[in-house]
Nanobody, 127 residues
């Protein structure tokens, strides 16, 4: 089992930056491929970014490419999402997720390929 706890959300003006953190714990935590998803009110949960165990393979949704950066510190069992040039449309609850595998797999962008989820952290960019 893996437990995930996100932090770092908040309210920031458009153009600003936030860094989200996701701390993993549990007996099998630390070797998982990880992802970030987001969900705005009344909308589906969308893929944001994914990273494999080594950090050598990363993927981004087109909407955040060039603005967001995913990274990890395996010694701390923590994954980060650096978000720059934030826009009102980035407003959502952001969720961290972990796969059973250390690889992102070909379906890294689908929520169903992740076994564990955090409780989410709110990011608000006022328009």
């Amino acid at each position: 089992q893996v437990q995930l706890v996100e932090s770092g959300g908040g309210l920031v003006q458009a153009g600003g930056s936030l860094r989200l953190s996701c701390a993993a714990s549990g007996r099998t935590a630390g070797n998982n491929a990880m992802g970030w998803f987001r969900q705005a009110p009344g909308k589906e949960r969308d893929f944001v970014a994914a990273i494999n165990w080594s950090g050598g393979r990363v993927y981004y949704a087109d909407l955040v490419k060039g603005r967001f950066s995913i990274s990890r510190d395996n010694a701390k069992k923590t994954v980060y999402l650096q978000m720059n040039s934030l826009k009102p449309e980035d407003t959502a609850t952001y969720y961290c997720a972990a796969r059973e595998s250390d690889n992102t797999g070909v379906y890294y962008y689908t929520a169903s390929s992740y076994a564990y989820w955090g409780q989410g952290t709110q990011v608000t960019i006022p328009s």
